[in-house]
Each structure stands twice: as structure tokens, then as C-alpha cells.
T-cell receptor, first 114, second 112 residues
Framework: EAQVTQNPRYLITVTGKKLTVTCSQNMNHEYMSWYRQDPGLGLRQIYY???????DKGDVPEGYKVSRKEKRNFPLILESPSPNQTSLYFC?????????????FGPGTRLTVL | AQSVTQLDSQVPVFEEAPVELRCNYS??????LFWYVQYPNQGLQLLLK??????LVKGINGFEAEFNKSQTSFHLRKPSVHISDTAEYFC??????????FGAGTRLAVHP
């Protein structure tokens, strides 16, 4: 089944403890991105990647890192999480940058930073 | 800069009634518009999209939307809703480098 998977689905952590949220897609998509969803703000893009080893900042990149060493994986790294990073995170992927390519979303990771 | 405004944060409606969820956009370039649905505890699912051509776009689950360039709107409609349509709906416009710019969302609550 074609899908985007994220792990973990739920995570409670403490301020300053490094964590990684994994994202994997099995559709051979070139483009992947991360969004965070906050009440009243919708989804905002954190980082995106156009292909392996090509990443760039989205609208809210502060406090996050990403890497794209393999085409299928695009982990989101929080080196020193803070409470304002408590949010619902979504990974998305599409075949290429083309506007006609649908973006597929993962199931989400709900992160709480205490 | 591109932006999306969803005019209603919550829309309550009775089952089998029609519903319209309103979306206005701002864009100075070619416009590609989307509606996504998020069911409780799930990811986002594409309902429909406008890329070009006919301004009336039909999507899944009986939803449709009309692209109105003069009013910069892309309202979502369904003639008869079901309890199962209860969800949060997001309007989005495509930005640079395939970024989706989302509205704040509209919670549709369908009551029996």
C-alpha cells in the first residue's frame, strides 16, 4: 500500500531532550516536507526537500533540523525541544515539484514538550 | 505574498442539510487551490483541487468547489451532509517550491 508513515505517533518529552521523528514514504517520491499544525493557525511548513541531499527552510524552521540521506526517509530532528514546539506534526510527500502532483500526508505525530 | 482565509472557524449543520465552507485566497501568481479533510486523529486527505480549466471542481464524497477569480474565492459545498462528514476542513493554495499555504481550518459538525 502506497503510504507515508511517521513514528512515533505520540510523544511526550521534556525540555532539552533531543528527539527525532521519522518519516518514510514507499512511493519513490522526490519531494518531501514537514508541517506543524497549531489551533487557529492551520498547517505551516517547517522544512522541505526536493531530492536526496537537497533540503531548505520553510516558514517556521527555527529549532528544527532535517536530513535527506535516502530518498524514502526524511527525519525531523529537534536538538533541544522547548514547550513552544508542542504541536501536531505532519510529513508529506509528492512525486516531484510539479503543481499537478498530489501531496500525500502521513498520519501525524503529536508531540508534547514539558 | 500568498495567503488563505477561511471565513468560518466552526460550522454546525444538521444531517442532510446543505453546507458551504468559505475560503478566500490571495495570490499574485498562477493559482492552484486545494481542499483537504482531516478526520479525528487522522492525517490530511485531498478532497479536491483546482489547477486549471473548469471553475467547478468535483471531489470525493460528494463535495464540490467553485473557483471564482474575480472574488478570489474557492468555497466548498455539499448538497446533503452526513454524520460521517464531521471533520476539520482546510483550504490551501500552492506556494513556491510546492509549499502548501493553509487556512486556519473550519470544523464541520454534523448533528442528527
Amino acid at each position: 500500500e502506497a503510504q507515508v508513515t511517521q513514528n512515533p505517533r505520540y510523544l511526550i518529552t521534556v525540555t532539552g531532550k533531543k528527539l527525532t521523528v521519522t518519516c518514510s514514504q514507499n512511493m519513490n517520491h522526490e519531494y518531501m516536507s514537514w508541517y506543524r499544525q497549531d489551533p487557529g493557525l492551520g498547517l505551516r511548513q517547517i522544512y522541505y526537500s526536493m531530492n536526496v541531499e537537497v533540503t531548505d527552510k520553510g516558514d517556521v524552521p527555527e529549532g528544527y533540523k532535517v536530513s535527506r540521506k535516502e530518498k524514502r526517509n526524511f527525519p525531523l530532528i529537534l536538538e533541544s525541544p522547548s514547550p513552544n514546539q508542542t504541536s501536531l506534526y505532519f510529513c508529506a510527500s509528492s512525486l516531484t515539484l510539479g503543481h499537478y502532483n498530489e501531496q500525500f500526508f502521513g498520519p501525524g505525530t503529536r508531540l508534547t514538550v514539558l | 505574498a500568498q495567503s488563505v482565509t477561511q471565513l468560518d472557524s466552526q460550522v454546525p449543520v444538521f444531517e442532510e442539510a446543505p453546507v458551504e465552507l468559505r475560503c478566500n485566497y490571495s495570490s499574485s501568481v498562477s493559482v492552484y487551490l486545494f481542499w483537504y479533510v482531516q478526520y479525528p486523529n487522522q492525517g490530511l486527505q485531498l478532497l479536491l483541487k483546482y489547477l486549471s480549466g473548469s471553475t467547478l471542481v468535483k471531489g470525493i464524497n460528494g463535495f464540490e468547489a467553485e473557483f471564482n477569480k474575480s472574488q478570489t474565492s474557492f468555497h466548498l459545498r455539499k448538497p446533503s451532509v452526513h454524520i460521517s462528514d464531521t471533520a476539520e476542513y482546510f483550504c490551501a493554495v500552492r506556494g513556491g517550491y510546492n509549499k502548501l499555504i493553509f487556512g486556519a481550518g473550519t470544523r464541520l459538525a454534523v448533528h442528527p
